[in-house]
């Protein structure tokens, strides 16, 4: 039997290329995200993908879906906890605080609901442990501008993934990070158009194929649980980070 996953944001970008990749590489997937059509295009029929559709934010649907996963197999080896969003970028008294409690909500709270139904899956099975990968982002250490919401998000998943890591230590689960850099997805996509830069121009960032973050995840995820990446920064090449701004 292949090892098991749990991937958040299943239904597109980083979350689905993740997804297509660890099916492709004989593992169980179990898919979470909002729109069960969604996810059934991820899987593509695969028979190791199963379909859980839930709202992150949502703390019964949430248990409900790792429930159904853990019933289904038996044993939980690792979670992606990847599902975000964004918003435009814009002057942070031009940001609305309805947005930012929506974006939180998601990013913040709703990786930490999957972060601590793993948990709670991985320390009380037999064997026990496992491990806990998070998405961050480069802008967990260097904004953009007029990103005050995200970065702050992101900021916050990089102490969760410290939290994680030490009260995982006696249950034999680790927890990394994977920070990403303009990878090509939908949510990428207009950095090849031109974005706004910290000096107000707007200008066109390198991408990359969003496969190396896929193989990157399975990297950190095929690891015995005696190693961990801590955190892992996937960036194109020469996009706009060392240095930015």
């Given at each position: 039997m292949g090892k098991t996953i749990i991937i958040t944001g299943g239904g597109g970008g980083v979350g689905r290329a993740t997804a297509r990749h660890f099916l492709e590489q004989g593992w169980r997937v179990g898919l979470i995200g909002r729109r069960a059509e969604a996810l059934e295009e991820t899987a593509q029929a695969h028979d190791h993908?199963?379909?859980?559709?839930?709202?992150?934010?949502?703390?019964?649907?949430?248990?409900?879906?790792?429930?159904?996963?853990?019933?289904?197999?038996?044993?939980?080896?690792?979670?992606?906890?990847?599902?975000?969003?964004?918003?435009?970028?814009?002057?942070?008294?031009?940001?609305?605080?309805?947005?930012?409690?929506?974006?939180?909500?998601?990013?913040?709270?709703?990786?930490?609901i999957a972060a601590r139904a793993a948990f709670g899956?991985?320390?009380?099975?037999?064997?026990?442990?496992?491990?806990?990968?998070?998405?961050?982002?480069?802008?967990?250490?260097?904004?953009?501008?007029?990103?005050?919401?995200?970065?702050?998000?992101?900021?916050?998943?990089?102490?969760?993934?410290?939290?994680i890591s030490l009260d995982g230590r006696p249950f034999n689960i680790a927890c990394g990070q994977i920070d990403i850099g303009n990878a090509l997805t939908d949510m990428a996509e207009k950095m090849t158009k031109g974005v706004p830069q910290a000096d107000g121009s707007i200008a066109i960032e390198p991408v990359m194929d969003v496969a190396h973050v896929a193989a990157s995840v399975l990297h950190m995820a095929e690891l015995p649980l005696e190693a961990n990446v801590q955190f892992m920064t996937v960036m194109a090449t020469n996009m706009p980070y060392i240095g930015r701004g």
């Open positions: 993908a199963l379909i859980l559709p839930c709202d992150v934010t949502d703390e019964a649907q949430v248990e409900r879906a790792f429930h159904s996963a853990y019933e289904a197999w038996g044993h939980l080896d690792a979670l992606f906890n990847n599902a975000g969003v964004s918003l435009g970028g814009a002057p942070i008294d031009e940001l609305s605080v309805s947005d930012w409690r929506n974006l939180i909500d998601i990013n913040v709270t709703g990786s930490f899956i991985m320390r009380k099975q037999s064997p026990q442990g496992g491990r806990i990968i998070n998405n961050g982002s480069v802008s967990a250490y260097v904004p953009r501008w007029g990103s005050a919401p995200y970065t702050a998000s992101k900021h916050a998943i990089t102490g969760l993934t410290r939290s």
